[in-house]
């Protein structure tokens, strides 16, 4: 068979643009918690105070007005590879005490975002700058159409309703279930195939090792040219069966990576008060008033230097390992001894102890009565009107996000991916207790000070839980050392935290501190909340967090006044 030239090049072009095989490459996040903590949604309420607050990561110009070109020109962002300035953001989760029926944010543990490059017969390109993405249904205060008890999720349009938003509890183990068996939604979750895994907050403590509750969202990957970035109601698809094991989009669509948000939140943290409640009901809240966990959804805009992206999609699989560590990386990597935040241009009180939701939304679903929608989207925004009384102002009013990319102030929020979309499980929170270390012992220049207790302010946060892999003493140390601090600190088994001193002193005692370090089976690496702290003295010093807040205050008003023309306007 003799071929034209023409015909040689088309089919090398078929088999280049082709992809046989899944690779994938785990976006990582650095410092002290997320970028910030808003009532905005430039996708959803541009321009306005969103319906309900939000945890945002991403890109410094996040804000109620966001364009991808306004986007690259962000002074920092929260994710390690500095091509990429989009902004991720999902909503807020809140703890609902149940003695006294308040309401505070759940700490905030860390987020992964999965970059997937699936088999398909179409060719993955990069996101368009600016594009505008929603997954999940924020309306649902029922099960989403399509769930069924012992039914795995569905990303596949042409086999029934998507359902790509869910709830992850590991756990030590399933005896009993995190949903209650035969659950049909009405008044409790739904369990997956998977036994960690269900569509609403489980019922049940989520105490596996360094791996609390998450939530999960998986975004479409068919953008509709025709439709446009903005358009975020109709622009995305999810791909359909093609034959063996590939997934295609409709014709004339762009096929660009499926991202899959794992956020994590500490709930494990707050089980001692809400022990009574274990296996009979879930004391948490998303803040959009959803008390069943049906809701979760999750917004993205790119902010990705295309080339950057581009270049990642067909040269790396770096999996776990990151995309900071993909081979040829387009603009190098970020200091995660640095951290980027933004202060939220809606003035308002979020944290703290609650009588209502910011934005004074309802909650609703199983015992509180449903008031959400009982069937939608799966990129359907959340459309609940904005409380009168804490409306943003207008966006000419707004106050210029003041953006901070301090040096020795946070981190690195992962260490190791405990859960991924194949589920592995390890044991619970407290297990493998041994000897605790004893105080004077070396590990390279520095001494064993002590067991310290630890906080969700966290009390080392000079850099915290850095990525290290399997942590041991002498890693973080060196680590921690590398960084300037004079102290580290090992928790859980396998986090480390490092710093000048502690924000509190509260020793424990050393039996405390006696988790088996991941790194290292002979050694010990604190425990839970608790610190195993290695310092240059072998003694510890703590900070006066009072006065460094009032110099922070003063330093803050001090610039505001300076901004101020003499007609009182803002300078941007």
Request: hydrophobic share 30%.
């Amino acid at each position: 068979m003799i071929f034209t030239t023409a015909a040689l090049a088309a089919l090398f072009f078929s088999a280049a643009t082709a992809k046989d095989s899944r690779t994938f490459a785990v976006l990582r996040h650095y410092g002290n918690g997320p970028l910030t903590t808003c009532r905005a949604d430039p996708i959803v309420s541009p321009g306005t105070a969103s319906a309900h607050l939000h945890t945002i990561m991403g890109a410094s110009n996040f804000g109620l007005n966001v364009t991808g070109e306004h986007l690259r020109q962000s002074e920092c962002t929260t994710a390690l590879p500095k091509a990429d300035m989009s902004n991720y953001w999902f909503p807020t989760l809140y703890f609902k005490d149940p003695k006294d029926g308040k309401l505070e944010q759940v700490p905030f543990y860390y987020m992964n975002v999965y970059y997937f490059f699936e088999p398909t017969n179409d060719q993955i390109k990069a996101f368009p700058l600016g594009l505008k993405m929603v997954s999940g249904d924020a309306m649902l205060r029922t099960p989403p159409p399509g769930a069924a008890y012992g039914k795995g999720p569905n990303m596949d349009p042409s086999k029934g309703p998507i359902t790509a938003a869910s709830i992850t509890c590991p756990r030590a183990n399933f005896n009993p279930p995190s949903w209650p068996k035969d659950s049909d939604g009405s008044m409790a979750g739904i369990k997956t195939n998977q036994d960690g895994e269900g569509w609403g907050f489980p019922f049940e403590d989520c105490d596996a090792y360094a791996s609390p509750l998450r939530s999960d969202v998986h975004f479409p990957s068919c953008y509709n040219p025709k439709a446009g970035l903005d358009d975020y109601r109709n622009n995305m698809a999810f791909p359909s069966d093609a034959g063996n094991g590939k997934q295609d989009c409709p014709k004339g669509w762009i096929h660009t990576p499926h991202i899959f948000f794992e956020t994590y939140w500490n709930t494990h943290g707050l089980v001692d008060r809400f022990k009574d409640l274990v296996g009979k009901e879930s004391p948490f809240v998303f803040a959009n008033g959803d008390a069943t966990g049906f809701s979760v959804h999750g917004d993205f805009i790119s902010g990705w230097d295309e080339r950057a992206l581009q270049q990642i999609i067909d040269n790396c699989d770096a999996g776990h390992a990151g995309i900071h560590s993909c081979p040829g990386l387009i603009g190098g990597v970020n200091d995660d001894s640095k951290s980027c935040k933004i202060e939220c241009p809606i003035d308002e009180k979020v944290d703290g102890k609650l009588d209502k939701l910011p934005g004074n939304n309802p909650i609703q679903g199983w015992k509180y009565g449903t008031g959400g929608s009982t069937s939608g989207s799966s990129t359907s925004g959340n459309n609940l009107a904005v409380d009168a009384d804490s409306a943003a102002p207008k966006p000419t009013n707004v106050v210029k996000q003041a953006v901070t990319s301090q040096a020795q102030t946070t981190t690195v929020l992962q260490t190791t991916t405990v859960q991924s979309t194949t589920t592995v499980y390890i044991s619970a929170i407290g297990a493998k207790p041994t000897d605790a270390a004893t105080d004077g012992k070396a590990v390279g220049d520095f001494k064993y000070a002590g067991c310290y207790e630890d906080t969700s302010d966290r009390v080392l946060s000079g850099v915290i839980r850095a990525n290290l892999g399997r942590v041991n003493n002498t890693a973080c140390v060196a680590h921690c050392s590398s960084k300037g601090f004079s102290v580290a600190g090992t928790e859980y088994g396998g986090e480390c935290y490092c710093g000048n001193e502690l924000s509190k002193v509260e020793k424990l005692d050393d039996s405390k501190c006696s988790m088996t370090c991941e790194g290292d089976d002979a050694d010990k690496c604190g425990g839970n909340w608790a610190l195993s702290v290695y310092t240059k003295s072998g003694k510890v010093s703590v900070r006066d967090v009072h006065a460094e807040s009032h110099r922070r205050r003063h330093i803050h008003n001090h610039y505001m006044h300076h901004r101020r023309t003499p007609a009182g306007r803002i300078l941007n």
